[in-house]
């Protein structure tokens, strides 16, 4: 038996700390984000469970309070107001969306209160450094330009992009266009649609017109998943590619038929890579829950819980908001199973790591 699944075993066993240490999320539980919110929550509360039942961070149980923004910035916003001063929480972690977290950032410079591991891989949560916002995973703008740089590499040479009209498809369509410049090429079209409401009909007559060989759909699971439908239903075979928001189970659940093919870029390990020492963590603690699986999703809750809960543990007993916002900053490097954090005062970024990853036909990611 190894060393991480006898813990587990011996942990499961231990009696539960007082509910002491609080942590606030907000996020999309319904509206177009909810399938991979569910999944990246799931992964968290696999370690948060695990250092419950050993006991909890210097003797303190950790208490995630989840509230349903659905996907709406301004609700986000109301929802993180409510988390700092009715529930009084150490830190705010794992929200959803670009424009979400913008919502919430004057919340956290105002209340003194920090931001762990906000899903989303903005470069204006990176660039400049936001002394209150520590992010896990690596920014967007680095995936969809190595989503270029791939197809460019494969010999695929009409790409068009169509991103959501906000400040995340902004963020995306950066990168993406950096990976042109580099490639000496320009894309076949550059498209914006209304992030509620898409309206396809332009990119798909622009798609067939032109005959493009991929599309990179920026968006929510529900928009790309319709916007992939619709181009099916027009006879485009175009390569759809997307990035890591759609990272989950349940983004391949809502594509259907037309999910096989997809190329969606991954910023954690291969969830099936039990060699990679996150991955076989979570996995252990998931199978001893009876979950059947560790999607890329999970993985980024998991990996977001154990920095929050590093930090908690180097803060000290009652960690205040702004003990544990020094405390993060001056971690330095930190192994979280394989992949290396590292934060200072010039640097919140966390991770580097971009990999792609493509849907294959038994609807599993393939590295």
Known sequence: MNRFVLALALTLAAPLASAQIVVGQTSGFTGAAAAGVKENTDGARLYFDFINAGGGVNGQKIELVSLDDKFDPKLAAENAKKLITDHNVVALFMNRGTPHTQAIKPLLEQYKVPLVAPSTGAMVLHNPVNPWIFNVRA?????AEKAVEHLVSTGVSRIAVVHADDSF???????ALRGFDKAHMRAAFVLKVDRDKPDFGPVVAGATKLDVQALMMIGSAA???EGTRQLRAAGSKATVVTVSNNASG????????????TIVSQVFPYERSLSAPIV???????????????T????????????LVEGLKRAGPSPSRQKLRDTLETMGRVNIGGLEVNYSPKSHTGLLYADLSIIGPDGKFRR
Do not use: H, S
């Not at 920014?139 to 995936?143: A, F, G």
């Not at 498809?169 to 990168?175: E, I, Q, R, S």
């Open 280 to 294: 076989k963590e979570a996995y252990d603690l998931a199978m001893a829950k009876g979950m059947t699986e560790v």
């Open 223 to 225: 928009a790309v998943a």
């Open 169 to 175: 498809g902004a963020d995306c369509a950066t990168g």
């Open 139 to 143: 920014p967007y703008q680095r995936e």
């Open 250 to 261: 349940g983004f391949i659940k809502l594509m259907g038929d037309n999910a096989r093919g």
């Open 296 to 307: 890329p999703a999970m993985l980024e809750g998991y990996a977001g819980a154990k920095v």
